[in-house]
């Protein structure tokens, strides 16, 4: 005689994602997705605050040189003169920036597993005022999905997205931190108290009729908490020296460093950037500064007889890495400013002999420019510079983002740009 079969073995399994019963995992629940979203509640509002700083850092207000986002209106209320000390500061803010975002990759994902029941729900707008949380979900969601991915890309250096980086960067972040705020105001005290309670209690995230446990939820949180390690390690060590050799995820798109004094991180090599051999010789290359008195063109031998000075200063990249301090020898920006009639130095566009890539151009405001570190750099570590590092000569400025240390300098325009 045939055994009856079980209630949970009769009855079909639904087949269409609309159906609470569809999503089996018992590890779904209030609980977990609120240690999550706890989580993420510090780390993003860290990367939002982080890639503010970022961008003021480029001192988009130099317009139209810098700015990649001019319709940014009112989004723009924050902005300040980026400060030259100390000297390592883009260092850190970008790199705490781009490494928390690599590390809470893991998180995020988990934390959209745990919810993706919820955008399954029928009727999808129950009520005005449910038709409205589902829009911000949606916002939240894709703008999180964008914001991420975006990053990712530009770390890597791949530019498969339409459109400059920048403002898609900028734009997409206040409206989804926007979303993310609105969300978290409605969400958070209900999260905490589901992280006290350390159960689950009805709820629409909960199946009804779960599949057997594979995993503990603490389990499920170790396996996120592992994998945002794993990132972190071949993450920070970009720009953090110590762990340099297990930086996996650092930038591959532009050349591997050398050996020797010019042994560091390069994005853009010389041959990427259009730049000859013949133009960077001695006897074709002039660096034209243009100013108040008129216009002055010097040959790397004429640089070579002003005073010159010496700074020790990193290089920092919007990609995140960064390197430890070089030691740069060149003219100071402000001494080249006296040449053409500032004895207060003013703003200074710098153009370069690049032919391809963004910043081209760069406008660097009067307070780096009056940095005594802030130079004309004709050496570092002790030889010239090598052609991927900007021979005959480049910008190096405190705390300033490597774009705007502009390689291959041919042309310097003090005062108003």
């Not at 206040?174 to 689950?200: E, G, I, M, S, Y």
Request: glycine share 8%.
């Amino acid at each position: 005689m045939a055994r009856p079969d079980s209630p949970a073995r009769s009855r079909p399994l639904p087949r269409t994602p609309f159906s609470p019963a569809f999503w089996r995992s018992p590890l779904r629940g209030p609980w977990l997705t609120s240690v999550l979203g706890l989580v993420l509640l510090g780390g993003i509002t860290v990367l939002f605050l982080t890639g503010l700083l970022s961008y003021a850092a480029y001192n988009p207000d130099l317009s139209p040189v810098n700015d990649k986002t001019p319709d940014k209106g009112l989004l723009g209320f924050y902005l300040f003169s980026w400060p030259t000390d100390p000297h390592w500061l883009y260092r850190l803010t970008q790199g705490v920036h781009v490494t928390l975002g690599i590390t809470l990759i893991p998180v995020l994902l988990a934390k959209l597993w745990s919810v993706v029941p919820k955008l399954f729900t029928l009727p999808p707008a129950r009520s005005l005022a449910h038709a409205l949380e589902r829009v911000s979900l949606l916002l939240l969601v894709g703008g999180a999905l964008f914001e991420f991915v975006t990053g990712v890309l530009n770390v890597q250096l791949d530019y498969v997205f339409p459109g400059s980086f920048y403002p898609l960067h900028f734009y997409g972040a206040w409206v989804f931190f926007a979303a993310f705020v609105a969300h978290a105001a409605l969400k958070t005290p209900a999260a905490v108290r589901n992280v006290r309670q350390l159960r689950d209690e009805r709820s629409e995230l909960v199946s009804p009729a779960p599949a057997a446990p594979t995993v503990s939820r603490r389990g499920a949180l170790g396996l996120v908490g592992g994998g945002s390690l794993l990132l972190l390690v071949t993450t920070a060590g970009q720009s953090f020296d110590p762990l340099r050799r297990t930086a996996l995820l650092a930038p591959h798109g532009g050349a591997e460093p050398a050996t020797g004094p010019g042994g560091f991180q390069i994005n853009k090599t010389a041959a990427y950037a259009g730049i000859r051999a013949d133009e960077t010789s001695g006897e074709a290359w002039r660096l034209v500064v243009v100013g108040r008195t008129g216009t002055v063109r010097l040959s790397r031998a004429e640089l070579l007889q002003l005073p010159l000075h010496s700074s020790s200063l990193p290089i920092a990249c919007v990609e995140g890495w960064s390197t430890s301090d070089q030691w740069w020898r060149g003219v100071r920006l402000r001494d080249l400013a006296a040449l053409v009639g500032y004895d207060d130095p003013p703003d200074v566009l710098v153009e370069s002999l690049q032919r391809h890539g963004a910043f081209r151009r760069a406008a660097l405001r009067a307070n780096q420019v009056a940095d005594p570190r802030s130079l004309l750099a004709l050496y570092v570590n002790g030889e010239d510079l090598t052609p991927d590092h900007g021979h005959p000569a480049r910008v190096i400025v405190p705390a300033a983002p490597g774009v705007l240390n502009t390689k291959w300098v041919a042309r310097m325009t003090f005062g108003e740009l």
